[in-house]
């Protein structure tokens, strides 16, 4: 296809129903103790209030010295591991999709060997939230606009192939659209609708940002009604509480530790 | 937060790195046996070659004629659902998730009760790939455009709380980004890297559609390098295959399983 010519501007009457998402470029190495906010600044000078910054999980890594050598890669995921939901052989040695310190259910733990140099892996970092906090407050006292930050991480989903974006830290966003007790175009109350807005910008801006093209960080513009005066919830709020995690152990998990207890429960008898 | 300036343009040197994303008003409600394309034709005026249209699913199964009474709803679920993979009691009955007919993994199976007129509910399109490329062909025939069609639809996720818009239906999208490969930026091969570009184009147009606002689709532009002269694969791509996926059942269906199979193979010893 060719490639979208800059003047096609759509034509929109109602600027809450669009939105700009960009990936600047120029963008540097980031390097164990950046001030995040300091590289990032040439790139963020046109932000405005109710901008959405997406920063991609491995440069605030890299700013926070979470490089470690690829030969402690196995225990490192050991190490960020707090529960192994289901294991699989393969050619390579066993995929471990676990619960890491974080909450997050992800493969290998999130621990990540690609786009760090040789020999190196790249931990997440120590506290997302946290992170994302420190960067909006930066931000707000170098550019004087007030934003919301997320800190995106590329994870896999049960059931379906490929994977998305989602967002592992927050700050100043409305991180769960809660509809609950609104009206639907008929009237009737929407009883179940709260929506992952973070996870959907992380998605989008991934579609923008993508991997390997030296883009670490998307704005979107067109979401300030998502974006608070105070820091929010953080991402940590769309981890599902174990009492209400349908899908805690894979199916071959918790097959055979039922098998194990049905056995035992006969010799008990 | 402040409403988003109109005047304030990002500024972006490579085309390539930014989106926009826009959901037009006036689309009057949709009715069986409507022609969508003729529905949205006045609203879609300003597509250009390379475009993604974003299509609520809802709109489509409106159209399709998708529309049953709600007293039929549990025996609805029933009859879409292949297969069982967890259910739930909860104050107001039984929650199923399922595997329905599309191989989508789904509460209720994705018969939808919000947005529908009262008294009826809604099933989901017969075959969203095939629904989205006659979408795509009438578009082209009455636009003169070639634009990729996404026919979306909102899940809930293993793991995390709040649901997103996927994909259920594409047409000529590359709905997976193989990334594998290719290089990183230290110029190591990515081994592992498929990204689900149709849900995160889905979920991107969730963000601006929103529920309940009488937007039910929106347009991407700067997506173009996804946008194939043909058809393409289909959203059926993304429907992990049975012997990929670790959670197949939910845990307590499994322990189930495995504690009835432990018991009986003492039985049989």
């Not at 959405?52 to 999980?57: E, F, G, K, N, R």
Request: hydrophobic fraction near 45%.
């Amino acid at each position: 296809m060719s490639p979208v010519p800059p003047s096609a501007e759509p034509v929109v009457s109602d600027p809450e129903a669009q939105l700009r998402i960009w990936a600047p470029s120029g963008i540097g190495e980031v390097c164990d103790g950046d001030d995040l906010a300091e590289v990032l600044a040439t790139v963020l000078t046109d932000l405005v209030d109710g901008d959405v910054l997406v920063v991609t999980s491995k440069i605030v890594s890299k700013a926070e010295g979470r490089m470690i050598a690829a030969a402690d890669r196995e225990q490192a995921i050991t190490d960020e591991t707090v529960r192994v939901v289901a294991t699989r052989e393969h050619p390579g040695g066993v995929l471990r999709i676990v619960e890491n310190r974080l909450g997050l259910v992800m493969a290998a733990a999130g621990v990540d060997a690609s786009n760090t140099p040789d020999g190196t892996v790249l931990l997440l970092p120590v506290d997302p939230d946290a992170s994302a906090r420190r960067l909006r407050a930066a931000v707000r006292g170098i550019h004087g606009v007030s934003v919301a930050v997320v800190v995106s991480d590329t994870s896999g989903r049960a059931w379906r192939n490929g994977l998305t974006d989602i967002a592992i830290g927050a700050a100043g966003l409305a991180v769960l659209d809660d509809l609950r007790g609104g009206t639907d175009s008929h009237g009737r109350e929407l009883t179940v609708t709260v929506t992952a807005v973070a996870d959907e910008i992380a998605a989008a801006a991934e579609l923008v940002k993508g991997k390997a093209t030296g883009r670490p960080v998307a704005i979107v513009r067109g979401l300030a009604k998502h974006v608070l005066d105070d820091d929010g919830p953080g991402a940590r709020v769309l981890v599902r509480d174990p009492d209400q995690d349908m899908f805690r152990e894979g199916s071959a998990e918790a097959y055979a530790r039922g098998w194990a207890d049905g056995r035992g429960a006969v010799a008990a008898d």
